[in-house]
């Protein structure tokens, strides 16, 4: 069965397992991975974390489920089609010194973002005032355009935001009646103006355009397909980062720089590797796969960087089983007595890891 399988994990990473069944019936069995790296102040590279941001079987909101927008998203996607970054972050005024506004900015592999954060502002004869001076402002789409209102009508792209229709912030402890966070080339200067919502974060998979990937809910699905996904379903819904944080892969040695997201006011590091090999242990043979990183996840307020990493396969009903997943360097002999199904038993002792191998790389 799918559902023993077994995940030995010898690295300090997260690793877990997840079953979803797929449009045609099928199981597939989702192997997730999580690498967090930190580098405290004023250090120059990254190590692991002392504190590893753990595989996510549902999403993480950053307030009140349901009427906040995601910090965390699941990581049980089967599949990305792209590699993406999210930052989950802070803007921080330069020298800590009170500013009405300011750039922040984020760049990594092809991906050359810049965001405009300006102070609270409000509504009053007609016109928005000047923006108040702030030190630090929570980079989240509360605070960037969108929103709902009292009689029903809200911003699809954005529906906790600010400024549509009038709307306030779904978090009431923002108190600012226009965004303060915008893309450079698209002011919020009055209650017209419908620019597009801004951010780092992930985009919350009821939210457009991600829910357009989502397939059809519609009678016929109820009638023949429900409860497995539609048949139309498009595997681009399973991105959560915005358009303009994807990349074709996560490249190891990656430079990395955030621009207004530190106290310092810039942070720049490399990805570092996950070189931990990942064994994959069926009825008849055993397969070796690379940690492969898909996801990005920046916290730069806690100097911590993840990568996350998934294998997926359709298990087959008449076909050798999965069995077990070794994550991380073992033994020779060790892997023997999994094979067989026996425990393993060295004259040296020890449990058979490889301590002295490196399981990531700057």
Same mark, same amino acid.
């Given at each position: 069965?799918?559902?023993?399988?077994?995940?030995?994990?010898?690295?300090?990473?997260?690793?877990?397992?997840?079953?979803?069944?797929?449009?045609?019936?099928?199981?597939?069995?989702?192997?997730?991975?999580?690498?967090?790296?930190?580098?405290?102040?004023?250090?120059?590279?990254?190590?692991?974390?002392?504190?590893?941001?753990?595989?996510?079987?549902?999403?993480?909101?950053?307030?009140?489920?349901?009427?906040?927008?995601?910090?965390?998203?699941?990581?049980?996607?089967?599949?990305?089609?792209?590699?993406?970054?999210?930052?989950?972050?802070?803007?921080?005024?330069?020298?800590?010194?009170?500013?009405?506004?300011?750039?922040?900015?984020?760049?990594?592999?092809?991906?050359?973002?810049?965001?405009?954060?300006?102070?609270?502002?409000?509504?009053?004869?007609?016109?928005?005032?000047?923006?108040?001076?702030?030190?630090?402002?929570?980079?989240?789409?509360?605070?960037?355009?969108? /929103?709902? #209102?009292?009689? @029903? +009508?809200? &911003?699809? *792209?954005? $529906?906790?935001? =600010?400024?549509?229709?009038?709307?306030?912030?779904?978090?009431?402890?923002?108190?600012?009646?226009?965004?303060?966070?915008?893309?450079?080339?698209?002011?919020?200067?009055?209650?017209?103006?419908?620019?597009?919502?801004?951010?780092?974060?992930?985009?919350?998979?009821?939210?457009?355009?991600?829910?357009?990937?989502?397939?059809?809910?519609?009678?016929?699905?109820?009638?023949?397909?429900?409860?497995?996904?539609?048949?139309?379903?498009?595997?681009?819904?399973?991105?959560?980062?915005?358009?303009?944080?994807?990349?074709?892969?996560?490249?190891?040695?990656?430079?990395?720089?955030?621009? /207004?997201? #530190?106290?310092? @006011? +810039?942070? &720049?590091? *490399?990805? $570092?590797?996950? =070189?931990?090999?990942?064994?994959?242990?069926?009825?008849?043979?055993?397969?070796?796969?690379?940690?492969?990183?898909?996801?990005?996840?920046?916290?730069?307020?806690?100097?911590?960087?993840?990568?996350?990493?998934?294998?997926?396969?359709?298990?087959?009903?008449?076909?050798?089983?999965?069995?077990?997943?070794?994550?991380?360097?073992?033994?020779?002999?060790?892997?023997?007595?999994?094979?067989?199904?026996?425990?393993?038993?060295?004259?040296?002792?020890?449990?058979?890891?490889?301590?002295?191998?490196?399981?990531?790389?700057?």
């Amino acid at each position: 069965m799918v559902f023993a399988v077994w995940v030995e994990n010898r690295t300090p990473f997260a690793a877990a397992t997840h079953v979803q069944p797929n449009a045609d019936g099928q199981e597939i069995l989702v192997a997730m991975f999580s690498a967090s790296f930190e580098a405290p102040e004023q250090a120059a590279s990254l190590r692991p974390a002392d504190e590893q941001l753990p595989v996510f079987f549902g999403d993480e909101p950053f307030g009140e489920p349901g009427l906040s927008s995601i910090r965390h998203e699941a990581d049980i996607a089967p599949v990305k089609p792209n590699a993406e970054v999210i930052v989950n972050g802070t803007a921080h005024a330069p020298s800590d010194k009170p500013v009405r506004e300011m750039q922040i900015g984020l760049r990594v592999g092809g991906i050359r973002k810049v965001l405009n954060v300006v102070g609270d502002r409000i509504y009053d004869a007609g016109s928005y005032s000047a923006p108040n001076p702030f030190r630090t402002m929570p980079i989240v789409y509360e605070r960037a355009y969108g /929103g709902s #209102t009292s009689d @029903g +009508r809200m &911003d699809p *792209r954005n $529906p906790v935001g =600010v400024g549509f229709h009038h709307a306030i912030s779904a978090d009431s402890a923002v108190r600012t009646q226009a965004p303060n966070i915008t893309y450079p080339g698209e002011p919020f200067l009055n209650p017209s103006d419908r620019p597009k919502p801004a951010g780092f974060s992930a985009i919350a998979r009821g939210w457009q355009p991600r829910l357009g990937f989502a397939g059809t809910y519609d009678q016929n699905w109820i009638d023949t397909q429900w409860p497995l996904p539609p048949k139309d379903f498009d595997p681009r819904h399973h991105l959560c980062a915005p358009a303009d944080q994807r990349l074709p892969q996560v490249a190891a040695g990656e430079d990395v720089t955030l621009l /207004g997201l #530190t106290p310092n @006011g +810039r942070w &720049d590091f *490399r990805l $570092p590797s996950v =070189v931990a090999p990942i064994r994959l242990l069926f009825d008849d043979r055993m397969e070796e796969r690379a940690f492969q990183a898909d996801t990005i996840v920046i916290e730069p307020d806690l100097r911590r960087v993840t990568l996350k990493a998934r294998l997926s396969f359709v298990t087959r009903r008449n076909g050798p089983a999965l069995r077990e997943i070794v994550f991380g360097h073992v033994t020779p002999a060790f892997l023997v007595a999994r094979r067989k199904r026996k425990a393993y038993l060295s004259p040296r002792g020890g449990d058979g890891s490889l301590r002295d191998k490196p399981v990531w790389q700057p």
